[in-house]
């Protein structure tokens, strides 16, 4: 589909799987070159929902043990964000003394990665790195380090590939961009 049509918005092809898939096989390959002699088992914090798709594509790349944990935090409505993080569902698992990777969809302003890296620190991690399908630079504005960062995008609004408008899109294999 080069177009689609979510509520009261179109939205056009921006990036395709392909290029997104070798991307991620890019990422996975630093981190699985980090982690390479690690004898502990980290923790992959998948970050709900959107970072559901490249979870589970990211994790099929990775040549070490880890265990999956989830966290659920909401800064958005609509096409904007809110300014403010919010905790919708809690860690569902300790991970106290354990090294953790956030996997996250999509990295702008940087408050939730401000917000997840306090959240994680409070729960005992001995360390967290942070993970991210995409960046948008023009939009970051954190001192917080990114060390996977798969790729970087204009400052624009994207569904697929996880990422949605309000709860839809996210099931597109292919990301799209607002068609202006």
């Known amino acids: 589909m080069e177009k689609v049509t979510l509520y009261d918005k179109t939205f056009k092809k921006f990036i395709p799987y392909d290029r997104i898939s070798s991307a991620i096989d890019d990422v996975a390959a630093k981190i699985n070159h980090d982690f390479a002699d690690c004898n502990d088992i980290p923790i992959l914090l998948c970050v709900l929902n959107g970072s559901i798709m490249f979870m589970g594509e990211l994790m099929k790349r990775l040549s070490f043990n880890c265990q999956t944990v989830s966290i659920k935090l909401t800064s958005y409505e609509g096409t904007s964000t809110t300014g403010k993080v919010r905790q919708a569902l809690g860690l569902t698992a300790d991970i106290s003394n354990r090294r953790v990777i956030i996997v996250e969809d999509i990295v702008d302003s940087g408050n939730t990665i401000v917000e997840l890296k306090k959240i994680l620190a409070d729960h005992g991690a001995s360390e967290s790195r942070v993970c991210t399908l995409l960046l948008?630079?023009?939009?970051?504005?954190?001192?917080v380090p990114l060390e996977y960062v798969a790729m970087e995008i204009p400052n624009d609004f994207i569904i697929g590939f996880g990422l949605d408008y309000d709860e839809?899109?996210?099931?597109?294999?292919?990301?799209y961009v607002l068609d202006a």
């Open 136 to 143: 948008k630079p023009d939009a970051y504005n954190q001192d």
């Open 168 to 175: 839809l899109g996210r099931n597109l294999k292919d990301i």
